[in-house]
Protein backbone atom coordinates (compact mmCIF):
# COMPACT_ATOMS: atom_id res chain seq x y z
CA UNK A 1 0.00 0.00 0.00
CA UNK A 2 1.33 3.74 -1.21
CA UNK A 3 2.44 5.61 1.60
CA UNK A 4 3.39 9.72 1.77
CA UNK A 5 4.36 12.16 4.07
CA UNK A 6 2.19 15.31 4.54
CA UNK A 7 2.80 17.85 6.32
CA UNK A 8 5.29 15.41 8.61
CA UNK A 9 1.87 12.74 8.84
CA UNK A 10 2.47 9.19 7.70
CA UNK A 11 -0.50 8.99 4.84
CA UNK A 12 -1.38 5.96 3.31
CA UNK A 13 -3.87 5.51 0.30
CA UNK A 14 -4.94 3.58 -2.49
CA UNK A 15 -6.28 3.53 -6.10
CA UNK A 16 -9.70 3.55 -4.00
CA UNK A 17 -9.02 7.21 -3.29
CA UNK A 18 -7.37 10.36 -4.56
CA UNK A 19 -3.60 10.58 -4.39
CA UNK A 20 -2.52 13.37 -2.29
CA UNK A 21 -1.10 15.92 -4.03
CA UNK A 22 2.14 17.65 -2.57
CA UNK A 23 0.79 20.91 -3.89
CA UNK A 24 -2.39 20.30 -1.67
CA UNK A 25 -0.41 21.02 1.68
CA UNK A 26 -0.81 24.47 1.16
CA UNK A 27 -4.49 24.38 1.94
CA UNK A 28 -3.71 22.62 5.56
CA UNK A 29 -1.06 24.98 6.29
CA UNK A 30 -3.31 27.98 5.11
CA UNK A 31 -6.32 26.37 7.15
CA UNK A 32 -3.45 25.79 10.44
CA UNK A 33 -2.75 29.47 9.64
CA UNK A 34 -6.08 30.55 10.11
CA UNK A 35 -7.09 28.45 13.19
CA UNK A 36 -5.66 30.62 16.42
CA UNK A 37 -7.59 33.43 14.93
CA UNK A 38 -10.91 31.36 13.88
CA UNK A 39 -13.97 31.19 16.33
CA UNK A 40 -14.31 28.29 18.81
CA UNK A 41 -15.65 24.67 17.60
CA UNK A 42 -14.43 21.75 15.75
CA UNK A 43 -13.19 21.88 11.61
CA UNK A 44 -15.48 20.63 8.73
CA UNK A 45 -13.75 18.50 6.19
CA UNK A 46 -15.88 17.75 3.06
CA UNK A 47 -14.93 15.78 0.43
CA UNK A 48 -12.03 14.35 2.86
CA UNK A 49 -10.43 11.46 0.28
CA UNK A 50 -7.58 9.94 2.45
CA UNK A 51 -8.11 12.80 5.24
CA UNK A 52 -4.66 14.39 4.53
CA UNK A 53 -5.82 18.10 4.27
CA UNK A 54 -7.72 18.41 7.39
CA UNK A 55 -5.50 16.12 9.47
CA UNK A 56 -2.83 18.25 8.39
CA UNK A 57 -4.79 21.42 9.44
CA UNK A 58 -5.69 20.14 13.20
CA UNK A 59 -2.34 18.13 13.74
CA UNK A 60 -0.59 20.64 15.68
CA UNK A 61 -4.06 21.70 17.47
CA UNK A 62 -6.36 20.70 20.24
CA UNK A 63 -9.30 21.18 17.43
CA UNK A 64 -11.37 18.48 16.97
CA UNK A 65 -12.07 17.72 12.93
CA UNK A 66 -15.56 16.47 11.39
CA UNK A 67 -14.71 14.44 8.21
CA UNK A 68 -17.36 13.78 5.46
CA UNK A 69 -16.70 11.51 2.14
CA UNK A 70 -19.45 9.53 0.50
CA UNK A 71 -16.78 7.08 -0.50
CA UNK A 72 -16.53 3.78 2.16
CA UNK A 73 -12.78 3.60 1.17
CA UNK A 74 -12.52 7.55 2.47
CA UNK A 75 -13.99 6.75 5.55
CA UNK A 76 -11.43 3.82 5.84
CA UNK A 77 -8.47 5.91 5.12
CA UNK A 78 -9.33 8.92 7.13
CA UNK A 79 -9.31 7.26 10.32
CA UNK A 80 -6.60 4.80 9.57
CA UNK A 81 -4.27 7.57 8.97
CA UNK A 82 -5.84 9.63 11.97
CA UNK A 83 -4.77 6.55 14.19
CA UNK A 84 -1.43 6.17 12.35
CA UNK A 85 -0.49 9.92 13.41
CA UNK A 86 -2.48 9.97 16.87
CA UNK A 87 -5.07 12.04 15.63
CA UNK A 88 -7.90 9.34 16.30
CA UNK A 89 -8.90 11.09 19.87
CA UNK A 90 -9.49 14.40 17.12
CA UNK A 91 -11.63 12.92 15.06
CA UNK A 92 -14.86 12.24 13.70
CA UNK A 93 -15.91 10.61 10.64
CA UNK A 94 -19.56 11.31 8.61
CA UNK A 95 -20.01 9.04 5.41
CA UNK A 96 -22.80 10.17 3.20
CA UNK A 97 -23.83 13.00 1.30
CA UNK A 98 -22.33 15.68 2.32
CA UNK A 99 -25.79 17.71 2.38
CA UNK A 100 -27.25 14.98 3.80
CA UNK A 101 -24.70 14.46 7.12
CA UNK A 102 -24.17 17.95 8.80
CA UNK A 103 -27.81 19.02 11.51
CA UNK A 104 -29.62 22.12 11.00
CA UNK A 105 -27.86 24.09 13.52
CA UNK A 106 -24.20 23.03 13.40
CA UNK A 107 -21.58 25.54 12.73
CA UNK A 108 -17.93 25.45 12.52
CA UNK A 109 -15.22 27.84 12.60
CA UNK A 110 -13.75 26.40 9.35
CA UNK A 111 -14.37 24.63 6.59
CA UNK A 112 -11.97 22.98 4.18
CA UNK A 113 -13.44 21.72 1.00
CA UNK A 114 -11.48 19.53 -1.75
CA UNK A 115 -14.26 18.61 -4.38
CA UNK A 116 -14.05 17.20 -8.16
CA UNK A 117 -13.59 20.08 -10.56
CA UNK A 118 -12.89 18.18 -13.61
CA UNK A 119 -15.81 18.31 -16.11
CA UNK A 120 -17.50 14.66 -16.37
CA UNK A 121 -16.42 14.87 -20.36
CA UNK A 122 -12.56 15.11 -19.53
CA UNK A 123 -12.01 12.94 -16.49
CA UNK A 124 -10.52 10.25 -19.13
CA UNK A 125 -7.53 12.10 -19.44
CA UNK A 126 -6.60 11.13 -15.48
CA UNK A 127 -7.26 7.52 -16.12
CA UNK A 128 -4.80 7.04 -12.78
CA UNK A 129 -7.58 8.66 -10.30
CA UNK A 130 -11.30 7.41 -9.28
CA UNK A 131 -13.60 8.97 -11.24
CA UNK A 132 -15.79 9.55 -8.02
CA UNK A 133 -13.30 11.72 -6.60
CA UNK A 134 -12.47 14.18 -9.84
CA UNK A 135 -15.99 14.02 -11.84
CA UNK A 136 -17.10 17.20 -10.93
CA UNK A 137 -20.36 17.29 -13.52
CA UNK A 138 -20.88 19.52 -16.52
CA UNK A 139 -18.34 22.17 -15.59
CA UNK A 140 -17.00 20.77 -13.15
CA UNK A 141 -18.06 22.76 -10.32
CA UNK A 142 -21.11 20.51 -9.31
CA UNK A 143 -19.72 19.69 -5.85
CA UNK A 144 -17.76 23.20 -5.17
CA UNK A 145 -21.40 24.46 -5.45
CA UNK A 146 -22.63 21.85 -3.01
CA UNK A 147 -19.84 23.20 -1.01
CA UNK A 148 -20.69 27.01 -1.10
CA UNK A 149 -24.09 26.30 -0.07
CA UNK A 150 -22.76 24.50 2.82
CA UNK A 151 -20.41 26.95 3.78
CA UNK A 152 -23.25 29.47 3.77
CA UNK A 153 -25.27 27.14 5.73
CA UNK A 154 -22.62 25.55 8.45
CA UNK A 155 -19.75 28.72 8.53
CA UNK A 156 -19.96 30.24 12.03
CA UNK A 157 -19.64 34.21 12.22
CA UNK A 158 -15.93 35.41 11.60
CA UNK A 159 -15.01 31.91 10.80
CA UNK A 160 -13.65 31.02 7.08
CA UNK A 161 -14.06 28.09 4.10
CA UNK A 162 -11.19 26.96 2.17
CA UNK A 163 -12.26 25.45 -1.09
CA UNK A 164 -9.80 23.97 -3.57
CA UNK A 165 -10.72 24.35 -6.95
CA UNK A 166 -8.90 24.19 -10.82
CA UNK A 167 -7.88 27.39 -12.06
CA UNK A 168 -8.61 30.55 -11.82
CA UNK A 169 -11.47 31.15 -14.11
CA UNK A 170 -13.13 28.12 -12.07
CA UNK A 171 -12.21 30.82 -9.11
CA UNK A 172 -13.81 33.47 -10.66
CA UNK A 173 -16.88 31.04 -11.40
CA UNK A 174 -17.56 30.33 -7.60
CA UNK A 175 -16.91 34.21 -6.43
CA UNK A 176 -20.32 35.17 -8.54
CA UNK A 177 -22.43 32.05 -7.56
CA UNK A 178 -21.12 32.83 -3.83
CA UNK A 179 -22.12 36.00 -3.99
CA UNK A 180 -25.72 35.48 -6.16
CA UNK A 181 -26.84 32.41 -4.09
CA UNK A 182 -25.95 33.83 -0.13
CA UNK A 183 -26.83 38.01 -0.89
CA UNK A 184 -23.42 39.15 0.13
CA UNK A 185 -23.07 36.66 3.14
CA UNK A 186 -20.09 34.48 1.97
CA UNK A 187 -17.90 36.04 0.16
CA UNK A 188 -14.41 35.44 -1.58
CA UNK A 189 -12.06 37.32 -0.05
CA UNK A 190 -8.57 36.02 -0.98
CA UNK A 191 -7.13 33.23 -3.61
CA UNK A 192 -4.20 31.73 -4.49
CA UNK A 193 -3.09 30.40 -7.49
CA UNK A 194 -0.66 27.33 -7.49
CA UNK A 195 0.67 25.05 -10.75
CA UNK A 196 -1.45 22.21 -9.86
CA UNK A 197 -4.34 24.38 -8.68
CA UNK A 198 -6.66 27.06 -6.98
CA UNK A 199 -7.45 27.87 -3.71
CA UNK A 200 -9.92 30.39 -2.51
CA UNK A 201 -10.61 31.81 1.18
CA UNK A 202 -14.16 32.61 1.59
CA UNK A 203 -15.70 34.49 4.47
CA UNK A 204 -18.73 36.26 6.28
Known sequence: MPHLTFRGLDIAYDHRVLEPRPWTEAQSSWAAELLPQAPE???LE??????????????????????????PAAEEFSMANASTNGLSSQIAFRRGR???VLQP???FPLIVA??????????????EDPVLAIDGGGDGL?????????MDQHLAE???GLLQLGNLAQAETIAAYAAEQTGG???VVETREFERGVLVRLSR
Not at 61 to 68: A, K, N, Q, Y
Not at 114 to 127: A, G, I, K
Not at 142 to 150: H, I, K, M, Q, S
Request: hydrophobic share 35%.
Open 142 to 150: DLARTCVDL
Open 114 to 127: DPPWVRSTETSRFP
Open 41 to 43: GPV
Open 46 to 71: LCAGAGHIGLGAVKDSHRELVMVDVN
Open 98 to 100: MEE
Open 158 to 160: GGA
Open 185 to 187: RLT
Open 105 to 107: GEH
